[in-house]
């Protein structure tokens, strides 16, 4: 579903060139759950950052289903990216003056496709996650969970390739959090979502298929769930304190 093979990014500032990506190189499966961590500057937003079609690369490959984003135009980017990957941020990004439902809906509102297709998906979605008795309410009027869990409901509605969530449980408690990673979990096992997420949250990280670890804008090390979410949370914290200590 997603391959990113030896991808190279940099920026630069004044007459400084900083190397942040060097040869990153992963995939994700059809229908797989799988976060990405690293400490600060290891790469992960710019990575995400490059998939999402946000910024261009120096050189490697992304492919996202059967697309190659190498060498796009910025049109035809925008048209994939607005319409086959779907999107869960940090800070939620739901529009104020919009109810829940119509925030849920805004990718077929932008296409001019709500149909009643896609309003039978919002209000399944809704049920999925728990916030149809929310549908109706504006987003100063839910808490923090439910917004997630709305924007969660939202990156589903154009039925994307895959879902890039960056930092999605950053701005909940612990209570909220699981609400959250719980909805990831109900999109890939009842819609068989692909689910990549950038995260520093070694909880949510637990219940992924697979996590991927970047240090200094390389792949570092990459752990499998076994199955037990406890035990796979401390095999990641081990892996973190050591690859921190590593010079």
Same mark, same amino acid.
């Given at each position: 579903m997603l391959y990113v093979k030896d991808l190279y990014k940099s920026y630069e500032a004044g007459?400084? *060139? @900083?190397?942040?990506?060097?040869? %990153?190189?992963? /995939?994700?499966? /059809? !229908?797989?759950? %799988?976060?990405?961590?690293?400490?600060?500057? +290891? !790469?992960?937003?710019?990575?995400?950052?490059?998939?999402?079609? @946000?910024?261009?690369?120096?050189?490697?490959?992304?492919?996202?289903?059967?697309?190659n984003l190498a060498g796009q135009s910025e049109d035809m980017l925008a048209h994939f990216r607005?319409?086959?990957?779907? =999107?869960?941020?940090?800070?939620?990004?739901?529009l104020d003056g919009l109810t829940i439902r119509e925030n849920i809906l805004i990718p077929r509102i932008i296409q001019d496709e709500v149909t009643p297709d896609a309003e039978e998906l919002a209000n399944k979605l809704a049920s999925l996650f728990g916030i149809s008795q929310i549908m109706d309410k504006y987003p100063a009027e839910i808490s923090g969970g439910e917004k997630q869990r709305a924007a969660v409901a939202r990156s589903l509605i154009n039925h994307p390739l895959i879902i890039?969530? #960056?930092?999605?449980?950053? $701005?909940? #408690?612990?209570? +909220?959090?699981?609400?959250?990673?719980?909805? =990831?979990?109900?999109? *890939?096992?009842?819609? $068989?979502?692909?689910?990549?997420? %950038?995260? /520093?949250?070694? =909880?949510a990280a637990s219940f992924c298929d697979r996590v991927i670890l970047l240090k200094d804008g390389t792949v570092y090390k990459q752990l499998e769930n076994g199955g037990n979410q406890s035990q796979f949370q401390d095999d990641l914290l081990s892996a973190i304190k050591k690859m921190n200590m590593e010079i």
């Open positions: 007459k400084n *060139k @900083y190397q942040v990506l060097k040869g %990153v190189d992963f /995939h994700v499966q /059809h !229908g797989e759950f %799988v976060a990405v961590m690293g400490p600060s500057g +290891s !790469g992960k937003t710019t990575l995400l950052n490059c998939i999402s079609c @946000y910024i261009p690369f120096d050189k490697g490959a992304i492919t996202i289903g059967e697309t607005n319409t086959k990957i779907g =999107f869960v941020f940090q800070d939620f990004m739901l890039l969530a #960056d930092e999605p449980t950053g $701005n909940l #408690d612990s209570k +909220s959090s699981r609400a959250v990673i719980e909805a =990831f979990g109900e999109a *890939k096992s009842r819609m $068989n979502a692909t689910i990549c997420m %950038v995260t /520093h949250d070694s =909880f």
